[in-house]
């Protein structure tokens, strides 16, 4: 008996709990039912949308203006616009105000996705909140874009949504998933061939020489097919009419594969200009261009990826603008710590700009001297004559004079001859004729005999010095040392050939008369005739034995 009486007891005390429960669920159900806040307004419009309570009469009261037909219209259309754009309503983020205003207006008026759908909002009027006059008019064609091409007439034509689930979805979205996954791939394979061919059709005949073109086309097609493909599946998938975060998911995954497909579609046509600018460089004589390609697309890539890098973020719902404030406070800090590093990259920007000196110049400064290899963003690398490789920063550069003899028209050779001190004038005035008639006919010095200078200008402390300097047509260094061992062999020979002697720095004493021995003092042939005959042994045959090799190694 005490047993029974307790489990009695038991029931009754559950009876009047439910009973209790179910009357403040009504009266809940009833306060939501009357939208004193825009919590309540979209709570009525979505719960009684659900299969579990499905009831649209009910969720169109969310709704104004129009007959009952209407609004029942309405509020199916909105919540399948909500769920084609993959838009999931975080009821606990909410307003609950009866009196709540926008920050910005100040107005009664709540806007659920300011960004995705400014034209859908809530207003308070008479007390109640419910979707605009405004937002009830846009619906249809809100629809229409979520839907389009027609799509918005086959949602009704699909199977059956009460049936039995699997994993949260019926069998029928199932095997539209199969449907899209074969169209897409059928897609796939059609706008490729179709790409391709618009591609090479509408590329010019100076595209098409580029190296691997065809091969640049196919990568193209290929990306830009994929991208048509992710196009046309944001436009299909709504039709399955997914769970809400289901669809959310795959919305927002679908246009984050959008942006990364449109950052490879860029970096390929990137690859495609860089290889044409490449093609158009190879035919210029500068080689600076041919350098500033790899920096330039060095920059391009970096903003490429970085604008998809930001695009990607923006999609996940971070703060993108805190993040570029945080970095560029982080940059300020980072440019203020390198100083140096900033100053070098300006350097490079004006070497590019200004194009002081090419690949390959010949370039002297403070410090350094060789054959210009390199040009970064921070530094210039330079070949020394010892083969090892200086790096130059940029800043310095800039700042400093650089001589740059890779742009010389011409080489300079200037030389003195010392002769000694008992050269007779006559001597010394048939010596410098022939030093200027050797560079005149040299080949490859130039024939202006204003550029030829060869003078006795100088009484030195042990010499009588010739002072000589002509111009040499010597592209390279190489050629420069060539030339001037010819000229000086030839000024050897023809000082041979007049017995002319040299001086060197030396103490001499000499000894005139001694008795009984000849003068020690040296004889020299000054007489005309004398001249005249080694002018003619040495010039009559001049042009034939004094033929230089080019750089190729022919005469």
């Given at each position: 008996?005490?047993?029974?009486?307790?489990?009695?007891?038991?029931?009754?005390?559950?009876?009047?709990?439910?009973?209790?429960?179910?009357?403040?669920?009504?009266?809940?159900?009833?306060?939501?039912?009357?939208?004193?806040?825009?919590?309540?307004?979209?709570?009525?419009?979505?719960?009684?949308?659900?299969?579990?309570?499905?009831?649209?009469?009910?969720?169109?009261?969310?709704?104004?203006?129009?007959?009952?037909?209407?609004?029942?219209?309405?509020?199916?259309?909105?919540?399948?616009?909500?769920?084609?754009?993959?838009?999931?309503?975080?009821?606990?983020?909410?307003?609950?105000?009866?009196?709540?205003?926008?920050?910005?207006?100040?107005?009664?008026?709540?806007?659920?996705?300011?960004?995705?759908?400014?034209?859908?909002?809530?207003?308070?009027?008479?007390?109640?909140?419910?979707?605009?006059?405004?937002?009830?008019?846009?619906?249809?064609?809100?629809?229409?874009?979520?839907?389009?091409?027609?799509?918005?007439?086959?949602?009704?034509?699909?199977?059956?949504?009460?049936?039995?689930?699997?994993?949260?979805?019926?069998?029928?979205?199932?095997?539209?998933?199969?449907?899209?996954?074969?169209?897409?791939?059928?897609?796939?394979?059609?706008?490729?061939?179709?790409?391709?061919?618009?591609?090479?059709?509408?590329?010019?005949?100076?595209?098409?020489?580029?190296?691997?073109?065809?091969?640049?086309?196919?990568?193209?097609?290929?990306?830009?097919?994929?991208?048509?493909?992710?196009?046309?599946?944001?436009?299909?998938?709504?039709?399955?009419?997914?769970?809400?975060?289901?669809?959310?998911?795959?919305?927002?995954?679908?246009?984050?594969?959008?942006?990364?497909?449109?950052?490879?579609?860029?970096?390929?046509?990137?690859?495609?200009?860089?290889?044409?600018?490449?093609?158009?460089?190879?035919?210029?004589?500068?080689?600076?261009?041919?350098?500033?390609?790899?920096?330039?697309?060095?920059?391009?890539?970096?903003?490429?990826?970085?604008?998809?890098?930001?695009?990607?973020?923006?999609?996940?719902?971070?703060?993108?603008?805190?993040?570029?404030?945080?970095?560029?406070?982080?940059?300020?800090?980072?440019?203020?710590a390198a100083q140096d590093t900033v100053k070098n990259f300006l350097g490079s920007?004006?070497?590019?700009?200004?194009?002081?000196?090419?690949?390959?110049?010949?370039?002297?400064?403070?410090?350094?001297?060789?054959?210009?290899?390199?040009?970064?963003?921070?530094?210039?690398?330079?070949?020394?004559?010892?083969?090892?490789?200086?790096?130059?920063?940029?800043?310095?550069?800039?700042?400093?004079?650089?001589?740059?003899?890779?742009?010389?028209?011409?080489?300079?050779?200037?030389?003195?001859?010392?002769?000694?001190?008992?050269?007779?004038?006559?001597?010394?005035?048939?010596?410098?004729?022939?030093?200027?008639?050797?560079?005149?006919?040299?080949?490859?010095?130039?024939?202006?005999?204003?550029?030829?200078?060869?003078?006795?200008?100088?009484?030195?402390?042990?010499?009588l010095n010739i002072f000589i300097r002509a111009y040499m047509i010597a592209p390279?260094?190489?050629?420069?040392?060539?030339?001037?061992?010819?000229?000086?062999?030839?000024i050897l020979r023809w000082a041979e050939a007049l017995e002319v002697r040299f001086?060197?720095?030396?103490?001499?004493?000499?000894?005139?008369?001694?008795?009984?021995?000849?003068?020690?003092?040296?004889?020299?042939?000054?007489?005309?005739?004398?001249?005249?005959?080694?002018?003619?042994?040495?010039?009559?045959?001049?042009?034939?034995?004094?033929?230089?090799?080019?750089?190729?190694?022919?005469?």
């Amino acid at each position: 008996m005490n047993t029974t009486k307790k489990l009695a007891h038991l029931l009754s005390i559950l009876i009047i709990v439910s009973f209790y429960s179910s009357v403040l669920l009504a009266q809940g159900t009833a306060q939501k039912l009357e939208r004193s806040n825009p919590h309540d307004a979209i709570w009525v419009h979505l719960y009684y949308l659900q299969s579990g309570h499905y009831q649209p009469e009910v969720s169109s009261q969310a709704f104004v203006g129009g007959d009952s037909l209407t609004r029942v219209k309405w509020a199916i259309q909105l919540k399948q616009v909500l769920d084609g754009n993959g838009l999931y309503v975080h009821m606990n983020q909410l307003p609950m105000e009866a009196d709540y205003e926008d920050s910005v207006t100040h107005r009664q008026y709540y806007t659920p996705f300011p960004d995705e759908l400014p034209e859908v909002y809530l207003e308070k009027t008479e007390n109640q909140w419910h979707y605009s006059a405004e937002t009830c008019q846009s619906i249809p064609a809100l629809h229409q874009r979520t839907y389009p091409l027609g799509t918005d007439r086959l949602i009704n034509l699909f199977g059956d949504r009460s049936g039995q689930k699997f994993l949260g979805l019926s069998g029928w979205q199932y095997l539209g998933i199969l449907v899209l996954l074969a169209i897409g791939g059928l897609l796939y394979f059609i706008f490729s061939l179709i790409l391709g061919f618009l591609i090479r059709k509408g590329s010019s005949v100076q595209l098409s020489s580029i190296t691997d073109f065809p091969r640049h086309v196919h990568r193209v097609a290929n990306v830009g097919s994929m991208l048509l493909i992710v196009w046309a599946l944001r436009l299909m998938f709504p039709l399955l009419l997914l769970p809400i975060k289901v669809s959310a998911f795959i919305h927002t995954s679908l246009r984050i594969l959008m942006t990364v497909i449109l950052v490879l579609v860029a970096l390929r046509l990137l690859n495609l200009l860089i290889d044409y600018l490449e093609s158009i460089t190879m035919k210029t004589e500068s080689k600076m261009d041919d350098q500033l390609i790899p920096v330039v697309e060095q920059i391009f890539r970096i903003i490429v990826i970085g604008i998809g890098v930001i695009q990607v973020l923006n999609l996940l719902n971070l703060n993108v603008t805190a993040l570029i404030a945080g970095v560029s406070i982080g940059g300020l800090a980072l440019a203020l710590a390198a100083q140096d590093t900033v100053k070098n990259f300006l350097g490079s920007v004006m070497i590019f700009t200004d194009r002081p000196f090419q690949i390959g110049d010949w370039v002297e400064g403070n410090g350094f001297m060789g054959s210009v290899v390199q040009v970064g963003f921070r530094t210039t690398r330079i070949r020394m004559p010892d083969t090892s490789i200086i790096s130059v920063p940029n800043g310095s550069m800039a700042n400093v004079n650089v001589t740059n003899k890779g742009v010389r028209e011409y080489r300079l050779f200037q030389s003195t001859a010392g002769v000694t001190y008992d050269t007779p004038p006559d001597l010394i005035e048939e010596f410098v004729r022939g030093i200027k008639e050797i560079l005149k006919r040299h080949p490859e010095v130039p024939d202006n005999e204003d550029d030829i200078y060869v003078y006795f200008t100088e009484m030195a402390d042990f010499s009588l010095n010739i002072f000589i300097r002509a111009y040499m047509i010597a592209p390279t260094y190489a050629d420069e040392l060539r030339i001037k061992e010819s000229i000086q062999l030839a000024i050897l020979r023809w000082a041979e050939a007049l017995e002319v002697r040299f001086a060197f720095p030396s103490s001499t004493m000499y000894i005139e008369e001694m008795p009984g021995q000849p003068s020690l003092m040296p004889t020299y042939k000054t007489d005309r005739k004398s001249f005249e005959n080694a002018w003619k042994d040495y010039f009559e045959h001049f042009d034939e034995r004094f033929k230089v090799a080019g750089p190729d190694g022919k005469e």
